[in-house]
């Protein structure tokens, strides 16, 4: 099984910053990565798929990159609503694979 | 609209059963793999089992033989079949197709006694 490492697994951000979460992959997973928000008791909400494809009704703050094993997402200008827990998922093998997740938090 | 909506979970004593379901709308279901994924009380989320559109499986290691997934095209419907339960299966348990984005509201399973 393909292992992702999310980094980190919490953040502290005020309104307007911006925050970068980043997750590897213990090979090459050819841009197969997507993006997750949960907010708690609701279901995951997927933001950003294949690497940097924004998902319909996804803001433009949010963003993501990279390749092979090494990607990262970005949210720039943090709002409240932002506030959440983020997963990556890696698809391009089954079984697809979830990163531990990253708490962003006000500070 | 996509809509995947779970069923058939509950309070169950370790060592019993329970059956879920999950009924798909708003796509041709018959097309497309599908997954459980679960996710323990505060933790993260776990993939569970997987069902090919052909009816292949794969499962976790935690789960295997213990656990069945399997579909019938004709209702819509995705099951997972729990047997064995263990404390450590209590979850929330997702119907989803992770990389399309397609996720029910999950249904929860309790093993206690």
């Known amino acids: 099984d393909i292992q992702m490492t999310q980094s980190p697994p919490s953040l502290s951000a005020s309104l307007g910053d911006k925050v970068t979460i980043t997750c590897q992959a213990s090979?090459?997973?050819?841009?197969?990565i997507a993006w997750y928000q949960q907010k708690p008791g609701k279901a995951p909400r997927q933001l950003i798929r294949y690497t940097s494809t924004l998902v319909s009704g996804t803001p433009s703050r949010f963003s993501g990159s990279g390749s092979g094993r090494d990607y990262s997402f970005s949210i720039s200008n943090v709002e409240s609503e932002d506030i959440a827990s983020y997963y990556c998922?890696?698809?391009?093998?089954?079984?697809?694979?979830f990163g531990g997740g990253t708490k962003l938090e006000l500070k | 609209a996509v809509q995947l909506v779970e069923s058939g979970g509950g309070l169950v004593q370790p060592g019993k059963s329970l059956k879920l379901s999950c009924s798909a709308s708003?796509?041709?279901?018959?097309?497309?793999?599908m997954h459980w994924i679960r996710q323990a009380p505060g933790k993260g989320l776990d993939w569970v089992a997987y069902?090919?559109?052909?009816?292949?499986?794969v499962y976790a290691d935690a789960v295997k033989e213990r656990f069945t997934i399997s579909r019938d095209n004709a209702k819509n419907t995705l099951y997972l079949q729990l047997n064995s339960l263990k404390s450590e299966d209590t979850a929330i348990y997702y119907c989803?197709?992770?990389?399309?984005?397609?996720w029910g509201q999950g249904v929860m399973v309790t093993v206690s006694s």
């Open positions: 090979q090459n997973i050819n841009k197969y």
């Open positions: 069902i090919s559109s052909s009816s292949g499986t």
């Open positions: 998922l890696q698809y391009d093998n089954l079984p697809p694979t």
């Open positions: 989803a197709s992770p990389p399309r984005g397609y």
């Open positions: 708003g796509f041709t279901f018959s097309s497309y793999g």
